[in-house]
Nanobody
Framework: VQLQASGGGLVQPGGSLRLSCTTS????????MAWFRQAPGKEREFVAA??????????GPSLKGRFAISRDKGKAENTAYLQMNSLKFEDTAVYYC????????????????????WGQGTLVTVSS
């Protein structure tokens, strides 16, 4: 199973970006997909996660409603999106998507070690 993350780029403060994460090699009927990020010199941080079946989500504590994770059940592959609005300088990071072929309860969605598959990361740079 491979994850393909895309959608990163350069954006001005206050702008928006949408990241995509798609699985290949296998389509999961039960899954949890998530986004983590790592800024230069900082620890990896949980951003958001979504449970494939019922769409239950959990957001990281620092987002304050600016980001939203969603999934597209209409595609053949498992695809998750991260809509990022009102971007700030401190959102600059490499964003990684992660997936596991099982449902997590929302309380454990932020445990990075529970995810079996990781994408290569996509760089988001917020700069004026």
């Amino acid at each position: 199973v491979q994850l393909q993350a895309s959608g990163g780029g350069l954006v001005q403060p206050g702008g928006s970006l949408r990241l995509s994460c798609t699985t290949s090699g296998r389509t999961f009927s039960s899954a949890t997909m998530a986004w983590f990020r790592q800024a230069p010199g900082k620890e990896r941080e949980f951003v958001a996660a979504i449970r494939w079946g019922d769409g239950a989500t959990r957001d990281g504590p620092s987002l304050k409603g600016r980001f939203a994770i969603s999934r597209d059940k209409g595609k053949a592959e498992n695809t998750a999106y991260l809509q990022m609005n009102s971007l700030k300088f401190e959102d600059t990071a490499v964003y990684y998507c992660a997936a596991a072929g099982r449902n997590f309860n929302t309380g454990s969605m932020d445990w990075a070690q529970r995810y079996d598959y990781w994408g290569q990361g996509t760089l988001v740079t917020v700069s004026s």
